[in-house]
């Protein structure tokens, strides 16, 4: 077993910045932010500290009440019955969430579908589209991997097109990072 280091890292408590050089689970959308357009990604971030054995990883990202209304400015007499900024800031904020699943877990993940009550398994091996998640797979020393990515209906309209591209660089950074073979994507929607 390895050593313990001399100090834990401290939890994550609250969303921070979602640029700069990040160590942490959120470090590949970092990565993405330095080649990005801006536009409608989140631009805070909350993720935990890797750890090379971890048979589950996950990062947080959230587009912050100033970007949303910069995103949105303040719509006009016609937009107002169209959009309503404030339940978007209050009731439907737009957030992405990822979520890594390794060895057992991997083969134990499962998501609803629209109009499902009960939660489909996702095969291991597979990729696709189960309601907000998108989820790929990949083998990492010869167990199996699945990656997930949960967005929200209304912020995936924002997102558009954009979403393939953070589905597949969230999902080739932890391919790579844990030496893992045989990535599968969904295909673009």
Known sequence: MPELPDRLPTPVVDLGPAAGDRSDSCGWYAARLRTADGGPLPDRAAGVPLGGAAREEGCLLAVGPEATRRIHPTPGKEQ?????????????????????????????????????????????????????????????????????????????????????????AYATDAAARRGCTGLVLPPPE
Request: a positive charge.
């Open 80 to 168: 107002r019955a169209h959009l309503d900024l404030d339940a978007i800031l209050r009731i439907s904020p737009w957030w992405v969430r990822t979520r890594s699943y390794f060895g057992d877990d991997a083969a134990a993940f499962a998501a609803r579908a629209p109009g499902q009550r009960i939660p489909e398994p996702v095969t291991p091996g597979t990729a696709g589209r189960l309601g907000d998640v998108l989820h790929g797979s990949a083998s990492c020393q010869g167990r199996p991997a699945t990656l997930t990515m949960v967005v929200p209906y209304r912020y995936r309209s924002v997102l558009g097109a954009r979403l393939d591209e953070l589905f597949k």
